[in-house]
């Protein structure tokens, strides 16, 4: 059903090739072990090195990629991202690959900003690199986040089976799959692309069962969850879904670009969710409104971007089918009210110092009345007036019920 979904190119009885696993890092590891272990095979047959494996992908992947690559030595290369551009650019990608080079890895949903991709121009990319070097370099699409996505609302997106350089994708399950935690997949273009030397064939439970997995004992609840929902939603199901959730992020995301104070960092085409960063965070950043709105009850978590972005601090809300349009508007609303209280207190402490500081200094006669102090000065005393404010708080709600 789901190398259906991803347009493997199946022919009438064929079976579709795929694993089922514990998320999409596992998935990723086999993934990435059939493209390592068919590169040697490849570089064994022509008499070359096949010691030093390497992999292309963004600096914004996520770190289970990080530990394929060390876990299984190969080399990662990554491309570094730039200001504005929070992707891997297809064409610095290509031209990192060398003769070494097992696969390159785009990501349909970006655990930073949501952001598809351009799968598509990369395929057609290497294509032409391949052409003039006689490589063979595959893809590799982690939709993780935007394989339950892309098919549903972006039909007409290429960057699946369509495209001949993809020979492997993996989605997870319990992202926009709508199951619980624990499940991933896995699904091969076609059985060329598994090395047959990595299954595994075991008879002892009463037939031939082949097994290629990095875990082998798991529960089928979610197996069977995944199942369900498929039938039970089915194409116009999971589309409704995915529309909604499509249409609370756009919600949330004109509530913040109406305070005038975010700037968005996600993009309108991509996973449904929101990335926002301060227009100004000189006075107060990015973790200083994540921490606070805590106190509301939201846990929307606060990053810096990867290399050659870190200067880049990001706030990311993330839509689910169960976040409704009520809770964006709320969530809108408790941001302002986490961005006035910022703006306010520390603001109205520092001004009170002020003017304690000159009316103690004219009293006293002395001439520190026209001493500057410094930024650090400043912080220090802002903060010990901060805790004493809190403190004060406190004593006022000890005994309430």
Same mark, same amino acid.
């Given at each position: 059903m789901i190398a259906h979904l991803f347009n493997a190119p199946? /022919? #009438?009885? %064929?079976t579709a090739v795929g694993v089922g696993t514990v998320?999409?890092?596992e998935a990723i590891m086999l993934a990435g072990l059939a493209f390592k272990r068919k590169w040697q095979n490849k570089m064994k047959a022509q008499g070359k090195p096949y010691d030093k494996p390497n992999i292309v992908t963004g600096a914004n992947v996520q770190v289970?990629? /990080?530990? =394929?690559? !060390?876990y299984f030595e190969v080399e990662l290369k990554?491309?570094?991202l730039t200001d504005g551009y929070y992707v891997m650019n297809p064409e610095k990608a290509v031209e990192m690959v060398d003769e070494n080079t097992i696969c390159v890895a785009a990501i349909l949903g970006s655990t930073l900003n949501g952001e598809f991709e351009d799968v598509k121009k990369l395929n057609d990319l290497l294509i032409e690199k391949n052409k003039e070097t006689g490589w063979d370099t595959p893809i590799h699409v982690d939709a993780a986040s935007g394989g339950f996505i892309a098919p549903f609302i972006y039909p007409e997106l290429e960057w699946d089976?369509?495209?001949?350089?993809?020979k492997s994708i993996n989605v997870s399950g319990h992202k926009y799959g709508l199951v619980y935690a624990g499940v991933g997949w896995v699904i091969w273009r076609n059985k060329e692309d598994l090395p047959d030397e990595l299954i595994f064939h075991i008879n002892y439970l009463g037939a031939d069962q082949p097994t290629f997995t990095l875990n082998f004992s798991k529960g089928s609840s979610q197996i069977i969850a995944q199942y369900y929902q498929l039938i039970r939603l089915g194409y116009e199901g999971y589309k409704n879904v995915m529309e909604n959730c499509q249409e609370n992020a756009r919600v949330l995301r004109e509530g913040l670009e109406k305070t005038g104070r975010f700037d968005i960092v996600s993009k309108e085409v991509g996973v449904p969710l929101v990335a926002f960063s301060l227009k100004d965070n000189s006075k107060h950043d990015e973790f200083e409104i994540s921490e606070t709105l805590r106190r509301f009850g939201w846990i929307v978590p606060a990053y810096t971007m990867p290399p050659d972005a870190q200067h880049i601090t990001v706030l990311r809300v993330v839509i689910r089918e169960d976040f409704s349009r009520t809770l964006a508007e709320r969530l809108v609303m408790d941001i302002v009210k986490v961005l006035h209280e910022l703006d306010m207190l520390p603001a109205r402490v520092k001004a009170k110092l002020a003017m304690a500081e000159e009316a103690s200094a004219a009293a006293n006669g002395? #001439?520190?009345?026209?001493?500057?102090?410094? #930024? !650090?000065?400043? /912080?220090? %005393?802002?903060? %010990?007036?901060?805790?004493? =404010?809190?403190?004060?708080?406190?004593?006022?709600?000890?005994?309430?019920?």
């Open positions: 199946l /022919e #009438d009885g %064929e998320g999409s890092s289970c990629w /990080e530990k =394929f690559a !060390r990554e491309v570094k089976f369509r495209l001949p350089l993809v002395s #001439d520190n009345a026209s001493h500057h102090k410094t #930024d !650090r000065e400043w /912080e220090l %005393e802002v903060t %010990e007036a901060w805790k004493k =404010f809190v403190a004060k708080k406190k004593n006022k709600t000890k005994g309430v019920c």
